[in-house]
Nanobody, 124 residues
């Protein structure tokens, strides 16, 4: 069983930065693909970024490419999302997720484990 706990969300002004963390327990973290998704009120859960187990593969949505950076520390069993140049449209609940099969996917259904989410609010 894999447990994921996000932290680092909060309120920030447009143009500011936040770093989200997702700590994992259980399972074999070092072999999982980890993803970040976000969900705004009344909208579907959207892909943000993903990173494969050796950090060899990284993928970003067009909406965040060049502004967000995903990274991981397998020794600490933690994945990070550094968010720079934040915009009001980045406001959402951010979720981390784990794909124990180690694939690179943008589909939420590819990820079997999810955290509870952390709120990010960007004011204009």
């Amino acid at each position: 069983q894999v447990q994921l706990v996000e932290s680092g969300g909060g309120l920030v002004q447009a143009g500011g930065s936040l770093r989200l963390s997702c700590a994992a327990s259980g399972g074999t973290f070092g072999t999982y693909t980890m993803g970040w998704f976000r969900q705004a009120p009344g909208k579907e859960r959207d892909f943000v970024a993903a990173i494969t187990w050796r950090s060899a593969g990284r993928d970003y949505s067009d909406a965040v490419k060049g502004r967000f950076t995903i990274s991981r520390d397998n020794a600490k069993k933690t994945v990070y999302l550094q968010m720079n140049s934040l915009k009001p449209e980045d406001t959402a609940v951010y979720f981390c997720a784990a794909d124990i099969l180690g694939r690179m996917s943008r589909r939420p259904t590819a990820y079997g484990y999810w955290g509870q989410g952390t709120q990010v609010t960007v004011s204009s």
